[in-house]
């Protein structure tokens, strides 16, 4: 009756946290690793959406996968946690010139429920961080993957821009020396070296935007989680736009709301707390109950054997306390520390959103219309006869030095669009592998 007693102790049922934390991680695991197997990733073309490229990534990437199982670790050590150390066998004997008695036993230590509750509480608080580090890497690496994406279109759009620019220096150099050859103009001659100049520096930054685009392939390619021995995935063939960004009061709403890093502070604090019962549980005595047989003696001998711990040295309980508690109160320092941070880092990427609106803008409305009026004038004046007609191709190539400009404003924009984006974004576990779908694909 003893020993049936104290192995009905020895279990205890999982709190409402742990089977939660059970489920996340189920549903986490249902799309990163189904049946134990790799996922089924997108077949990538190159007019793929950016969903699909960075629902790749996060699919892919070896350090969400190492998020994951780290998480996936933490989880499993919450039923050890809460439960009783292994029972221990016991030996004794008496020899002098016989053996005079030969004792076998059996002992446990009994930890009493409330202590092991108050430790399982710890445990499942630490997975809960473990769970908002992995949705931190899985929405950085998302993020990563959005940004080379950005930066592959960007030269690839700048490589296009710079080509038109050559086609253009070409055609001015042909009527700069046609209007030499024939004698018609003044400093021709300068014009045809001033053009041959642009035309070898723009070259230049062709063959630096081509090593660029190879370096960018690189770093894409590492973002979707590819080793360099891997294939090289469809790369693609996509314009940039704007992407929608909310309003300053909803994005702040968002981030303190969601943030992941922010989250995973808040988890550390909740963590302390549960550590702070852990310590003053400390004031609890465990017990070791058992018993052991001779074997040798006739009747059968039994000697039951238990031992309990004093707790009573109160200035180390109150140290440890102490020490939970003081660890609490940096974790939350720390959360209001992070929401400065963070205000300070939504207002600095807002800010150059803004700035890259205002000059897109600019661009689009002012200084591209006002090019293609200055074209449509100098065309007029050429055939009546007023304007040299190097004006035309001159003009065209201001105008696609603005659409460069415009190119490299829209790059700035969309990178910082990102951040706010993964300053803002949330997902629950089935989520985390499609947050391209939901928030840092927003188009």
């Known amino acids: 009756m003893l020993l049936s007693a104290m192995l009905g102790g020895c279990t205890l049922a999982p709190s409402a946290g742990e089977k939660e934390a059970r489920t996340r991680l189920a549903q986490a695991g249902d799309t990163l690793r189904p049946a134990a197997q790799r996922p089924l990733l997108p077949e990538l073309r190159s007019d793929s959406p950016l969903a699909e490229y960075v629902r790749f990534a996060v699919l892919n990437h070896p350090q969400v996968l190492g998020a994951y199982h780290d998480w996936r670790a933490s989880v499993s050590r919450i039923a050890p946690t809460r439960a009783l150390p292994d029972p221990q066998f016991t030996f ?19 930890m009493t429920p409330g202590k092991r509750r108050a430790m399982g ?101 590492s973002a979707l989680g590819l ?25 702040w709403r968002r981030a303190s709301a969601a943030n992941p890093e922010l989250a995973r502070m808040r988890a550390m604090v909740e963590m302390a707390i549960a550590s702070i019962e852990v310590a003053r549980k400390a004031r609890t005595p465990d017990f070791t109950v058992g018993g052991m047989a001779d074997l040798k003696a006739d009747p059968l001998m039994v ?16 140290a440890n306390i102490a020490a939970a508690e003081a660890r609490r109160d940096a974790s ?56 040299s007609p190097s004006m035309i191709p001159e003009t065209q190539l201001m105008a696609l030095d603005m659409r460069l400009e415009r190119v490299a404003a829209m790059r700035e924009r969309e990178i910082a669009a990102t951040e706010l984006l993964l300053l803002t974004a949330s997902a629950t576990p089935d989520e985390v592998p499609v947050v391209a779908e939901s928030t840092l694909s927003q188009r």
């Open 92 to 110: 004794e004997a008496d020899v002098t010139s016989t053996l005079m008695t030969f004792m076998p036993g059996l002992m446990f230590d009994i």
């Open 227 to 251: 080793t360099p021995a891997d294939p090289d995935p469809a790369w693609p063939l996509a314009a940039l736009v704007p992407s929608v960004v909310a309003g300053e009061d909803e994005l």
């Open 121 to 221: 509480r710890e445990m499942t608080a630490a997975s809960d961080v473990e769970y908002r580090a992995f949705v931190a890497v899985a929405l950085r690496t998302a993020a990563e993957a959005r940004k080379a994406w950005i930066d592959l279109a960007y030269v690839d759009e700048a490589i296009r821009l710079r080509e038109a620019s050559i086609g253009s220096l070409e055609q001015s150099l042909e009527i700069a020396s046609a209007d030499y050859t024939t004698g018609r103009g003044m400093g021709t001659l300068a014009n045809q070296v001033s053009i041959q100049n642009n035309t070898a520096k723009v070259r230049t930054d062709l063959a630096t935007l081509s090593d660029r685009r190879t370096a960018v392939r690189v770093r894409f390619k």
């Open 332 to 387: 939350a320092a720390r959360v209001t520390a992070e929401l400065i941070n963070l205000s300070a880092e939504l207002a600095q990427m807002l800010y150059m959103v803004r700035e890259a609106d205002r000059m897109i803008a600019y661009i689009d409305e002012t200084a591209l219309p006002n090019f293609e009026q200055a074209i449509a004038t100098i065309e007029a004046g050429y055939q009546s006869g007023m304007t």
């Open 303 to 318: 000697r039951p054997t238990a031992t309990v711990t004093l707790p009573i040295w109160r200035e180390k309980i109150a």
